[in-house]
């Protein structure tokens, strides 16, 4: 069974910074893409920043030198720092994984297998 758990969440204000986490099992996580995407309220669930396997990584224009998604395999775990954050950047977060090859998933969300169940990040101004 597959689980993907994000943590990190939470209620900054703007210009602060928070690191969300997740831990994924029950797959073969260095052969899996990784992906994050968020939802506000009212909005559709959109994508911020996804990894290959191999580490390289693909951002949302909206958080380009902002975020930063990384990857440790050997923990099964994909990360976002966010840095410089704004109130528009409210919403719930989800990780994603997807399959090997980056580019048959990238930014679409209906090409990831599995989703985790989200975690909060609330921007105050």
């Known amino acids: 069974q597959v689980q993907l758990v994000e943590s990190g969440g939470g209620l900054v204000q703007a210009g602060g910074s928070l690191r969300l986490s997740c831990v994924a099992s029950?797959?073969?996580?260095?052969?899996?893409?990784m992906g994050w995407f968020r939802q506000a309220p009212g909005k559709e669930r959109e994508f911020v920043a996804g990894i290959s396997w191999s580490g390289m990584g693909d951002y949302a224009d909206s958080v380009k030198g902002r975020f930063t998604i990384s990857r440790d395999n050997a923990k099964n775990t994909v990360y976002m720092q966010m840095n410089s954050l704004k109130p528009e950047d409210t919403a719930v977060y989800y990780c994603?994984?997807?399959?090997?090859?980056?580019?048959?998933?990238?930014?679409?969300?209906?090409?990831?297998?599995?989703w985790g169940q989200g975690t909060q990040v609330t921007v105050s101004s």
């Open positions: 994603a994984a997807g399959p090997r090859d980056y580019g048959l998933a990238g930014t679409r969300a209906g090409k990831y297998d599995y």
């Open positions: 029950g797959l073969t996580f260095r052969n899996s893409a």
